[in-house]
């Protein structure tokens, strides 16, 4: 269904009853990512929401990179569970899903009852990672690049795109949805919004630590996130911290990972 939240509408996936669960893809997913999570989510008790992002799947993409700033995302969070009139909800993320999980938790404490970040650390732990994390990730420089980065990505059937995430996660729906007009430029507006070259060597982010129950999930076969990112999370923690490490699974926790990672989260919510 379509929702209005901050000037703009989500579309958003509801399913279930019971305690809400806000999951929150990354880039170039869309809710689908959590196909495998939500009916067992549900067969559990929980309410599940799940988002298409700003600029993602059937939400609107609006124009200009200062639209995908985190702020304006969290706004459209917030908004959201007050539509639903929901108090407070379990939050969990993956990729840039996870960024905006660790920004809801930070700014909007009231409002979270855990937050599980998948891939990405909390955003000054990021630094952490050091120049292997640098290293790994090259792209975000490349995406800053407007035009460019688009024709690079796309020409060729794909080829660059294809190379880069090595066919993993749901590639074949990712190219149908990033050749829709103006969705691959909405999607790269998010780095060009958030991850700009001079916030690599300017001070780190200051955002208030997190209250909730926190868990951090990496997995192994990630090619663009370094394990310590995930891990110095916990020192922008002041609740309890968890951390799961997932092995043999791509960054694409949610589909390589399904029953292991539902297994991780009802754990995690029925302790907290």
Request: aromatic share 12%.
């Amino acid at each position: 269904m379509k929702i209005p939240v901050n000037g703009i509408n989500l579309n958003v996936e509801i399913e279930g009853d019971g305690d809400a669960v806000l999951l929150l893809h990354g880039f170039p997913d869309s809710s689908r990512l959590w196909r495998h999570q939500i009916p067992a989510l549900v067969g559990e008790g929980y309410k599940t929401i799940a988002p298409d992002l700003r600029g993602f799947g059937q939400s609107d993409r609006p124009e200009g990179v200062d639209e995908y700033a985190i702020l304006n995302v969290l706004v459209d969070l917030n908004s959201l569970l007050d539509e639903l009139g929901i108090e407070r909800a379990h939050v969990v993320g993956h990729d840039w899903g996870a960024g905006a999980a660790w920004g809801f938790a930070s700014i909007f404490p009231a409002r979270t009852r855990t937050v599980t970040a998948l891939s990405v650390g909390h955003p000054t732990s990021f630094r952490s990672g050091g120049p292997e994390q640098i290293m790994a990730s090259w792209y975000m420089f490349l995406f800053q690049f407007e035009g460019v980065a688009e024709e690079l990505l796309s020409r060729n059937d794909w080829e660059f795109m294809r190379a880069w995430t090595k066919g993993a996660g749901d590639f074949d729906h990712y190219l149908e949805d990033l050749a829709r007009p103006g969705a691959l430029t909405a999607g790269l507006n998010w780095y060009r919004a958030n991850a700009r070259p001079e916030s690599w060597v300017g001070e780190p982010l200051e955002l208030p630590a997190i209250e909730a129950p926190a868990m951090g999930i990496w997995s192994s076969g990630d090619f663009a996130l370094t394990e310590k990112q995930m891990t110095e999370s916990h020192k922008y923690v002041s609740g309890p911290w968890r951390y799961e490490r997932i092995e043999d699974a791509s960054h694409w926790i949610p589909l390589d990972a399904p029953d292991q990672l539902t297994t991780l989260l009802l754990d995690f919510f029925a302790k907290n």
